[in-house]
T-cell receptor, first 113, second 118 residues
């Protein structure tokens, strides 16, 4: 069974600074997707960024980028120019093609002014 | 398109009572997923449907839990004889699953139903 591990329960960062959230996963599959989801306090889960395992190029979405190391089964999220609105719980998630999501336990990120 | 909606948003019940939650997916989406999220944890998969067919159920889904999607549109999740351990956020997500084995299956989440069992 696939597992996803987020080893940082909480992180904090100053506004405008850069922060990196860590994620490792375990799978025997060769084709899959990885995701970072954001869950603001009392608000619904939204997709931040996704990475297809067959693509070597790291995904980027504006201030969000990933460092995908397939051999190491590592998938970290870098948030540049952190904003107060980035304060949320961040979940790393794994998905085989067309299948259910397997989530990590989450990292609470607090952006301080 | 108003996104995935769930009703009710909050439910407080006494132990032993039955509860039912509803999820309305994005209209053209053929897949619908149920997840459970306990405080401070990531969501855990419960079950999912493609159209009206229930394709997979987690071992977390005990026989007190039942889910339906009778017409391939909205879905209901019923918990019978609720226990305090059922207290959690119940999340619904929907996606448009294609015919290609490699089709991307982005799941869009609803706001969740928070269940408190006293």
């Amino acid at each position: 069974a696939q597992t996803v591990t987020q080893s940082q329960p909480e992180m904090s960062v100053q506004e405008a600074e850069t922060v990196t959230l860590s994620c490792t996963y375990d799978t025997s599959e060769s084709n899959y997707y990885l995701f970072w989801y954001k869950q603001p306090p009392s608000r619904q889960m939204i997709l931040v960024i996704r990475q297809e395992a067959y693509k070597q190029q790291n995904a980027t979405e504006n201030r969000f980028s990933v460092n995908f190391q397939k051999a190491a089964k590592s998938f970290s999220l870098k948030i540049s120019d952190s904003q107060l609105g980035d304060t949320a719980m961040y979940f790393c998630a794994f998905m085989e093609y067309g299948n259910k999501l397997v989530f990590g336990a989450g990292t609470i990120l607090r952006v301080k002014s | 398109d108003t996104g995935v909606s769930q009703d009710p948003r909050h439910k407080i019940t006494k132990r032993g009572q039955n509860v039912t939650f509803r999820c309305d997916p994005i209209s053209e989406h053929n897949r619908l997923y149920w997840y459970r999220q306990t405080l401070g944890q990531g969501p855990e998969f419960l079950t999912y449907f493609q159209n009206e067919a229930q394709l997979e159920k987690s071992r977390l889904l005990s026989d007190r839990f039942s889910a339906e999607r009778p017409k391939g549109s909205f879905s209901t999740l019923e918990i019978q004889r609720t226990e305090q351990g059922d207290s959690a956020m119940y999340l619904c997500a929907s996606s448009l699953y294609g015919t290609s084995p490699s089709s991307y299956n982005e799941q869009f989440f609803g706001p969740g139903t928070r269940l408190t069992v006293l």
